[in-house]
């Protein structure tokens, strides 16, 4: 298995043709798979430390992943979707109680806070305060990069700059 789409347009991002000039490799790995604690263990036993690069692992839901030790662990709440905050799935959007989730989290950031109701925005916030008192809540705003097209060229980047589209109908 090698991921779903998150991991592909990562991997893709980071191939060394999307690199500044003069790096020559790319300065990721992408690993995928169910047992985060065995995929760090078998990656760092199979490549030697490069020096003076510090090792980092970036985990998409390794909040979660009570068996690895964390340094920086952040929780992403979607502004635009505050509905299912209250509950457990499979009626809500949470895999644990808030509460529970955010007192492990080093920090929280609020996505698409551009978008969002400001009333909406900061009664979230305040929420989140309430529940985890002294918690760091950080904004974030989402925007275009690029377009993929469904049928990808072989001879392609397969990513479209925004500007291709600028002045032009769509």
């Known amino acids: 298995y090698r991921g779903g789409d998150e991991a592909r347009l990562i991997e893709e991002k980071f191939k060394a ?5 003069g790096q020559a490799e790319s300065t990721i790995t ?8 065995q995929l760090a263990s078998s990656f760092l036993n199979s490549q030697p430390a490069a020096r003076g690069r ?7 839901d390794g909040h979660q992943q009570h068996s690895l030790k964390k340094d920086l662990s952040i929780v992403l709440v979607d502004a635009m979707d ?3 905050l ?3 799935l499979p009626y809500g959007l949470l895999r644990e109680p ?7 989290a080093d920090m929280a950031i609020l996505t698409h806070a551009d978008l969002a ?3 909406q925005l900061m009664a979230l916030a305040r929420y989140l305060e309430r529940t985890c008192f002294g918690l760091p809540i950080f904004y974030a705003g989402h925007s275009p990069c690029g377009f993929r097209p469904l049928v990808v060229n072989p001879n392609s980047t397969g990513l479209l ?6 002045g032009k109908p769509v």
Do not use: H, Y
Not at 98 to 104: F, N, P, T
């Open 30 to 37: 992408v690993l995928v798979g169910p047992n985060r604690f």
């Open 98 to 104: 808030l509460a529970w989730g955010l007192k492990r």
């Open 17 to 21: 043709k999307n690199l500044p000039a």
């Open 161 to 166: 700059e925004c500007s291709v589209f600028r």
């Open 82 to 84: 505050q509905a299912g």
């Open 86 to 88: 209250d509950g457990l």
């Open 117 to 119: 109701d400001p009333t």
């Open 54 to 60: 510090e090792r980092v692992f970036i985990l998409d």
